[in-house]
T-cell receptor
Framework: EDKVVQSPLSLVVHEGDTVTLNCSYE??????LLWYKQEKKAPTFLFML????IEKKSGRLSSILDKKELFSILNITATQTGDSAVYLC?????????FGQGTRLTINP | GAGVSQSPRYKVAKRGQDVALRCDPI?????LFWYQQALGQGPEFLTY????????KSGLPSDRFFAERPEGSVSTLKIQRTQQEDSAVYLC??????????????FGPGTRLLVL
């Protein structure tokens, strides 16, 4: 059975801290891994990763995939209160995404 | 530009009622997906359309759930004889091409369904 596991499930840090969110997976017919940010509305796309070892970066956010060890990490540096959200990891098979449970990140001022 | 829109945003139904949830994908997007997200959980796949063809409905939890996309654009998810366990957020997503597993899916805001 396909499985995507995120850790930690919940994380509370102070503004300015750096955080690392983890995603491990066991999915047949892997095509790509995606990260989304979900506030009280639509999940918004952050990154798509298809190749191992190539870091993707957008501002203070970065992510990398390890297809041998079957995991990905999402890093956020210099966190801000606006980064508070649920971060979802999803693995794409053809014609569907398999999601993890999400990590709820809270940034305190 | 306009993103994926869904209506209604909130729906309260009495147990046993039928409900219909609408999704307007991004214009021109070929692929359309429905997901169900229970409280505190990640979204779970329900069904996939490529244009008007429903290519995968393996995630629909029972035969009370039915989805259609008759003209290859707007889609409707219908739930008959709603049960309390159907309470969840129903998310719709679309992507521009036939899905290959390497196309970004763009999500709508969801419909929050509460069955009493």
């Amino acid at each position: 059975e396909d499985k995507v596991v995120q850790s930690p499930l919940s994380l509370v840090v102070h503004e300015g801290d750096t955080v690392t969110l983890n995603c491990s997976y066991e999915v047949t017919n892997f095509r790509s891994l995606l990260w989304y940010k979900q506030e009280k509305k639509a999940p918004t796309f952050l990154f798509m990763l298809t190749s191992s070892g190539i870091e993707k970066k957008s501002g203070r956010l970065s992510s990398i995939l390890d297809k041998k060890e079957l995991f990905s990490i999402l890093n956020i540096t210099a966190t801000q209160t606006g980064d508070s959200a649920v971060y979802l990891c999803a693995v794409a098979r053809v014609q569907k995404l398999v999601f993890g449970q999400g990590t709820r990140l809270t940034i305190n001022p | 530009g306009a993103g994926v829109s869904q209506s209604p945003r909130y729906k309260v139904a009495k147990r046993g009622q039928d409900v219909a949830l609408r999704c307007d994908p991004i214009s021109g997007h070929v692929s359309l997906f429905w997901y169900q997200q229970a409280l505190g959980q990640g979204p779970e796949f329900l069904t996939y359309f490529q244009n008007e063809a429903q290519l995968d409905k393996s995630g629909l939890p029972s035969d009370r759930f039915f989805a259609e996309r008759p003209e290859g654009s707007v889609s409707t998810l219908k739930i008959q004889r709603t049960q309390q366990e159907d309470s969840a957020v129903y998310l719709c997503a679309s992507s521009p091409k036939r899905d290959s597993g390497q196309e970004t899916q763009y999500f709508g805001p969801g419909t929050r369904l509460l069955v009493l």
